[in-house]
């Protein structure tokens, strides 16, 4: 079975703080997402790797960043954390050539 | 119109009744389709693929995909209360290099 955790449940953070949301997969996948889910939005792609050290930007990267130094882990990064960046925060991973992508548990994140 | 689009609901169908699903795309070129269940408050989970017209079948649920109408559904036989969730449509979109575009999800309610 397809594994994929993130480094927490709950988060709260205050206003213009750094935030670091991490993300492991046991399954040696290539392909690495961070989308967040917000309710009337649906899911939505903030950027992706399909490779180490490689990452493209989503719909809305704006106010993230993403780091890849491993296959296995893919982290995602607030600069400046903002309260409209309050959300749900999923992390997936897909096998090369393969699109089903797989989610870890989310990352209830709040911006206070 | 949106790229993929599904009713909100909430469907609400009786225990043991067959439950239907539904979800338009606007990418003709689209060949893989994906049907995610997701529990509340938690993360989603990819429960049916399907890239040929036709149906496919797994166990209780039935996957149907009809590629000249843009059109995929997702049957659900003898449904349960633990089948109460909100599902998911995902379409692969070549013309967006190849992202996968997620519906807004239609909440399914199965009274016993």
């Known amino acids: 079975d397809v594994k994929v955790t993130q480094s927490s449940r709950y988060l709260v953070k205050r206003t213009g703080e750094k935030v670091f949301l991490e993300c492991v997969q046991d399954?040696?996948?290539?392909?690495m997402f961070w989308y967040r889910q917000d309710p009337g939005l649906g899911l939505r792609l903030i950027y992706f790797?399909?490779?180490?050290?490689?990452?493209e930007k989503g719909d809305i990267p704006e106010g993230y960043s993403v780091s890849r130094e491993k296959k296995e882990r893919f982290s995602l990064i607030l600069e400046s954390a903002s309260t409209n960046q309050t959300s749900m925060y999923l992390c997936?991973?897909?096998?090369?050539?393969?699109?089903?992508?797989?989610f870890g548990p989310g990352t209830r994140l709040t911006v206070t | 119109q949106k790229e993929v689009e599904q009713n909100s609901g909430p469907l609400s169908v009786p225990e043991g009744a067959i439950a239907s699903l539904n979800c338009t795309y606007s990418?003709?070129?689209?060949?893989?389709f994906f049907w995610y269940r997701q529990y509340s408050g938690k993360s989603p989970e990819l429960i049916m693929s399907?890239?040929?017209?036709g149906d496919k079948e797994d166990g209780r649920f039935t996957a149907q995909l009809n590629k000249a109408s843009q059109y995929v559904s997702l049957l659900i036989r003898d449904s349960q209360p633990s089948d109460s969730a909100t599902y998911l449509c995902?379409?692969?979109?070549?013309?967006?290099?190849?992202?996968?575009?997620f519906g807004q999800g239609t909440e399914l309610s199965v009274k016993p």
């Open positions: 997936a991973s897909s096998a090369v050539g393969s699109y089903e992508q797989y």
């Open positions: 399954m040696d996948h290539e392909n």
């Open positions: 790797s399909y490779d180490v050290k490689m990452k």
């Open positions: 990418d003709r070129v689209s060949q893989s």
């Open positions: 399907i890239y040929s017209n």
């Open positions: 995902a379409v692969l979109f070549y013309n967006q290099g190849g992202k996968l575009i």
